[in-house]
């Protein structure tokens, strides 16, 4: 797909991978519509966005968690950009603490955006998106899906529920000529390290092999440009998630040791 002049809608674009990923879009010539809660930081890069392209950004505060706030989503794209080409679902929070520990808000809230508004909103723009026969639908996964270590278990069913999802609608979707692209990253240097784990015991034992947002992003469009159907960052996580596989007992005393688990 050539992304000059199409629209594309990324959720969680105030900041981190998704702001990334509006400037990475922005300079293939994409008009865009930014979602997230933060309105003052989204108009921020909605301009910058427009900066890069000389094309449409268009901000729309939402909170995806939040069933009527995304029922009135559709009626407000239909009115202001038409229709969408790339939905980019991007939005996420993890919380890192013991499972039998994590308070019921927070796992709400991790399988509420995570999960269940990534869901609804593929629904609403995938029957949009059926009916024209095109578009791509990019969803943010993670190596955690994979690969889950301790203190990860409820954002990493979230992720692991991503990427069934994704597989199933690849599939469905298909046929309709809707291209379907799950993202799979390791860390990557955005405000998610801090929120998971306040202390930022995590993002610091994680800084030397984080990745850049803006060198994953522009991954991530190029791998919509060319109709990839995953991508897996860094190269050695996705080879220990492959080998996880073929010896799962050994696997979780390794992940659990203090050589692997940094959380
Ligand atoms: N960073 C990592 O290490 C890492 C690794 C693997 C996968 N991922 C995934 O990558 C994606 C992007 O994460 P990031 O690293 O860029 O994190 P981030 O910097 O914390 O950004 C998260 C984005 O989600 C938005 N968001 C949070 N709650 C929302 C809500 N209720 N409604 C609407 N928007 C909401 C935030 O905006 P507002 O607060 O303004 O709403 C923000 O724009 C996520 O799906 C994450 O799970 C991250």
């Given at each position: 797909?050539?992304?000059?002049?199409?629209?594309?809608?990324?959720?969680?674009?105030?900041?981190?991978?998704?702001?990334?990923?509006?400037?990475?879009a922005?300079?293939?010539?994409?008009?865009?519509?930014?979602?997230?809660?933060?309105?003052?930081?989204?108009?921020?890069?909605?301009?910058?966005?427009r900066?890069?392209?000389?094309?449409?950004?268009?901000?729309?505060?939402?909170?995806l968690?939040?069933?009527?706030?995304?029922?009135?989503?559709?009626?407000?794209?239909?009115?202001?950009?038409?229709?969408?080409?790339?939905?980019?679902?991007?939005?996420g929070?993890?919380?890192?603490?013991?499972?039998?520990?994590?308070?019921?808000?927070?796992?709400r809230?991790?399988?509420?955006?995570?999960?269940?508004?990534?869901?609804?909103?593929?629904?609403k723009?995938?029957?949009?998106?059926?009916?024209?026969?095109r578009?791509?639908?990019?969803?943010?996964?993670?190596?955690?899906?994979?690969?889950?270590?301790?203190?990860?278990?409820?954002?990493?069913?979230?992720?692991?529920?991503?990427?069934?999802?994704?597989?199933?609608?690849?599939?469905?979707?298909r046929?309709?000529?809707?291209?379907?692209?799950?993202?799979?990253?390791?860390?990557i240097?955005?405000?998610?390290?801090?929120?998971?784990?306040?202390?930022?015991?995590?993002?610091?034992?994680?800084?030397?092999?984080?990745?850049?947002?803006?060198?994953?992003?522009?991954?991530?469009?190029?791998?919509?440009?060319?109709?990839?159907?995953?991508?897996?960052?860094?190269?050695?996580?996705?080879?220990?998630?492959?080998?996880?596989?073929?010896?799962?007992?050994?696997?979780?005393?390794?992940?659990a040791?203090?050589?692997?688990?940094?959380?």
């Open positions: 797909m050539n992304l000059t002049n199409k629209t594309v809608l990324i959720t969680g674009a105030s900041g981190g991978l998704g702001a990334a990923l509006a400037y990475a922005a300079a293939r010539g994409a008009n865009l519509v930014l979602c997230a809660r933060r309105g003052e930081r989204l108009r921020q890069v909605a301009a910058r966005a900066a890069i392209s000389g094309k449409r950004a268009d901000a729309i505060r939402i909170d968690t939040q069933p009527d706030q995304l029922d009135r989503l559709l009626p407000i794209l239909q009115q202001k950009v038409g229709a969408v080409d790339v939905l980019i679902n991007n939005a929070v993890g919380y890192f603490e013991n499972a039998l520990d994590l308070p019921d808000e927070k796992l809230q991790i399988m509420r955006l995570d999960v269940v508004s990534l869901i609804q909103l593929t629904q723009i995938g029957l949009t998106m059926a009916a024209l026969r578009g791509t639908i990019v969803n943010i996964g993670s190596q955690a899906g994979k690969l889950v270590t301790p203190k990860a278990s409820v954002y990493a069913a979230a992720k692991a529920a991503v990427i069934a999802y994704s597989n199933g609608l690849r599939m469905e979707l046929p309709l000529n809707i291209h379907v692209l799950t993202v799979n990253p390791g860390p240097k955005t405000e998610f390290a801090h929120i998971a784990d306040p202390t930022d015991h995590y993002a610091q034992a994680v800084a030397a092999i984080a990745l850049d947002p803006e060198q994953l992003a522009k991954k991530i469009i190029r791998g919509i440009e060319r109709d990839l159907r995953e991508i897996n960052a860094p190269w050695p996580m996705e080879l220990a998630a492959k080998l996880r596989t073929f010896a799962p007992g050994i696997a979780d005393h390794l992940i040791s203090p050589l692997f688990n940094r959380k």
